[in-house]
């Protein structure tokens, strides 16, 4: 099986994906000529490896071979060669624009990482084929880790910055649930790369400034996986109020490690959260997705009001209570979102090419 395969790779959501999954079809004995969004970044020397070797099949790829762009919805048009056009798009929101809509027509097929996003494009592009490969995560990191104090409840959330991640809701609910006696710590990983110092100071200070502001830790960017699940296994509670996810590789990070889940009952996390291994917050309503910076209504996310924020406060407590019950549940879940079974139904979906290379019909072939 040949691919040729667009996508970036470096510590953002598509970045981790791309990587993930360039690895996985490697793996399973896909070549894969590789062309990188941006700069990729390695943060190891078998990474690096992996990416320059990929990059120098570009010089001499197969022309027929799928076509896999592994971008945003509205940015589908560049694909390599004659083969298949296959774009996957990750996205948080129910609707598409005019734009989104046109790219995605054009694609032969698009692959998403779960039901409720491949409902949201059968119901906006007609005739679309759309195929389901969810994501994974790298068990060889996110296992279960002794944790150091065992008294404390840990509470953390990571993923950067923003009014869809429910970061406004988070901070209330935390307040409401406990209050300086109660031995618990709320932990927040959130770098956002696309705000500017004084937005990223406002976050910082909404929770700092609070009332259990003492108990509130604001961590700061690691480099590596590794680090973050370090960090993680250090947790007891993963709490992830979002309004609309694209996928939540954190909150399934979290459930490979076992820890506990507090998780709203919408979009794309419901592939891996049900009741079974995750505290979840019903979502009984829709609304109008704004935020004044990257969202202006354009779709819809989870309407957060009274009834949700009591509910995290009742999951915030119950966690507390339950913190040293491992997460069994969510670990069996997690087995099943590996990134190798992500890359194989990649490759189920893709339309089959199997034949061997001959790279002097290749090289007359650019010639001509």
């Not at 979102?337 to 990649?346: E, P, V, Y």
């Amino acid at each position: 099986m040949e691919i040729n395969l667009t996508s970036p790779i470096n510590d953002l959501g598509y970045g981790v994906a791309g990587l993930n999954i360039l690895k996985g079809l490697v793996r399973n004995g896909c070549r894969v000529s590789y062309w990188p969004i941006g700069q990729p970044t390695a943060r190891n020397q078998e990474d690096a490896e992996i990416i320059n070797s990929c990059v120098k099949h570009t010089q001499l790829f197969n022309c027929e071979a799928p076509s896999l762009r592994i971008w945003h919805q509205h940015d589908m048009a560049e694909h390599i060669g004659r083969g298949e056009r296959v774009g996957f798009p990750i996205f948080e929101l129910n609707r598409f624009s005019e734009i989104e809509k046109h790219h995605l027509s054009s694609l032969d097929k698009i692959i998403v990482c779960s039901e409720w996003a491949k409902s949201i494009v059968e119901s906006e592009i007609k005739n679309s084929k759309v195929y389901v490969a969810p994501l994974g995560v790298d068990q060889s990191l996110f296992s279960a880790k002794q944790k150091h104090n065992k008294e404390k409840t840990v509470f953390i959330n990571v993923g950067k910055w923003e009014i869809r991640k429910g970061h406004d809701i988070l901070i209330d609910a935390f307040n409401k649930a406990f209050n300086q006696k109660d031995n618990v710590e709320l932990w927040m990983m959130n770098h956002n790369p696309f705000l500017d110092d004084h937005a990223e100071k406002e976050w910082h200070n909404l929770y700092l400034e609070s009332s259990l502001g003492n108990k509130i830790k604001i961590l700061p960017r690691v480099e590596t996986h590794a680090e973050v699940s370090d960090i993680m296994s250090q947790a007891d509670v993963g709490v992830f109020p979002s309004r609309a996810e694209g996928w939540n590789l954190e909150a399934l990070e979290m459930m490979s490690l076992g820890k506990h889940l507090i998780m709203t009952n919408y979009s794309a996390h419901t592939e891996f959260a049900n009741q079974e291994n995750a505290q979840l917050i019903d979502v009984d309503e829709t609304e109008s997705a704004y935020d004044g910076i990257w969202f202006d209504g354009q779709g819809e996310w989870a309407s957060i009001g009274e009834k949700q924020i009591e509910q995290l406060v009742e999951h915030m407590r119950g966690c507390h209570l339950n913190k040293d019950k491992s997460n069994t549940k969510g670990i069996e879940t997690a087995k099943k979102f590996s990134w190798d079974n992500c890359a194989n139904k990649i490759i189920d979906h893709c339309e089959a090419y199997k034949q061997k290379i001959d790279v002097s019909e290749i090289i007359n072939d650019r010639i001509v």
